[in-house]
């Protein structure tokens, strides 16, 4: 499929980072520069850069951008080693910076970690570190962009074979807003479209940030892909009424056991969908699955600011006096799920180990 419709939300550009500004799309399509690894920080936090694969690409440039900063000629009679030294302890500062922006999405993680690994394992002058650690972020960039294609793809083939063609629902935004392009859950969407497979996608609205009313919309507009976008508590009226063939979702972190961590309100779509025997799908690539742990109780759920949850625009949602609870993301048990599609190909979660937890890198 032809890239040239694609949105590209993390992009490179001469010797800085061009940002989409989530935060003002559908109205506003805005570009955000930034050089400075405490902007790149400052960005994933404040969600001008979000969903987890675009979070790992935008932090591996801020690793980038945070290794051009440091400086060390300043320091008098050293020697290449120590140079070296000091190089990855600033390194370290940079990562632990970014660390702190997010803490659900793996993937975050994930590129900060290949970025220090790649530092720590090429020889050379500082000078020449900083070059290959651009060339790894732009890396990192590039096979996300392929890697979102490949799920695309394989979860093509494991929708179901309907005589009709399918409508799919979707939570929150998995596009190529969340990716370095294309996406996972809507990667899975395009491919379908582009396969003359698909008559529709339900978006969630999901509240309380409204990414799937913001931008899973405004993506598939570009597109000119049918979208109808519900409020959250419609969904099981949709699938009730025979609306919905597949769901079809993202992930922010996949437990070893396959629980998977998304965003609120997805934990309850899977359980609806079970109860309508509908299939649940949780496309994600390899960088998402964190095996170190080994069931979704495990995952750091982010809490974000209660404002999300009691204002609109400007408008006041509730009386004065109100307690107010606002995580970002729940865990869909294992048990709910049909398939994991990789860009490896679909398992089931209780296949996710041996051999697919060999390949991470
Ligand atoms: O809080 P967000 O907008 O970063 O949450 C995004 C999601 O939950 C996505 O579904 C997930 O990151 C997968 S993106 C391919």
Not at 99 to 106: G, K, L, N, S
């Amino acid at each position: 499929m032809s890239l040239q419709n694609q949105v590209y939300p993390v992009l490179w550009q001469a010797d800085h980072v061009l940002l989409i500004d989530q935060t003002r799309l559908p109205n506003e399509y805005a570009l955000v520069e930034i050089s400075r690894s405490d902007d790149m920080a400052q960005a994933i936090k404040t969600m001008i850069v979000r969903g987890a694969p675009a979070i790992g690409v935008a932090a591996a440039y801020g690793m980038y951008l945070g290794a051009r900063e440091i400086e060390v000629g300043d320091l008098k009679e050293t020697s290449a080693s120590s140079d070296r030294d000091f190089f990855l302890t600033q390194l370290e500062a940079v990562a632990q910076k970014l660390r702190t922006t997010r803490p659900t999405a793996v993937n975050l993680f994930w590129a900060i970690e290949r970025m220090l690994k790649t530092a720590r394992q090429t020889l050379g002058s500082v000078d020449y570190l900083k070059q290959v650690l651009l060339e790894t972020a732009q890396q990192i960039n590039a096979e996300d962009i392929e890697t979102c294609q490949a799920i695309g793809d394989y979860g093509l083939s494991v929708l179901p074979r309907e005589p009709h063609k399918l409508r799919l629902l979707t939570h929150c935004n998995a596009g190529a807003l969340a990716t370095a392009g294309y996406g996972t859950a809507l990667g899975v969407v395009r491919s379908t479209w582009a396969a003359d497979r698909l008559e529709r996608v339900y978006a969630d609205e999901t509240r309380p940030r409204l990414q799937g009313a913001k931008l899973t919309a405004w993506e598939c507009v570009q597109e000119g892909i049918p979208v109808t976008v519900i409020t959250d508590n419609m969904a099981a009226h949709c699938m009730q009424q025979g609306m919905i063939d597949a769901v079809v979702v993202g992930a922010d972190r996949i437990a070893a056991n396959g629980d998977t961590a998304n965003k609120i309100g997805t934990y309850s779509v899977a359980l609806i969908a079970k109860a309508h025997n509908i299939p649940f799908f949780v496309a994600a690539p390899l960088s998402t699955i964190d095996f170190k742990i080994t069931n979704g109780n495990q995952i750091p759920i982010e809490e974000r600011d209660p404002v999300e949850v009691y204002q609109v625009g400007d408008t006041m949602l509730c009386p004065p006096g109100v307690e107010y609870y606002n995580p970002a993301f729940d865990v869909t048990p294992a048990a709910l799920i049909t398939a994991i599609v990789t860009e490896h190909g679909a398992f089931s979660p209780s296949q996710l180990q041996g051999e697919l937890s060999e390949k991470v890198v």
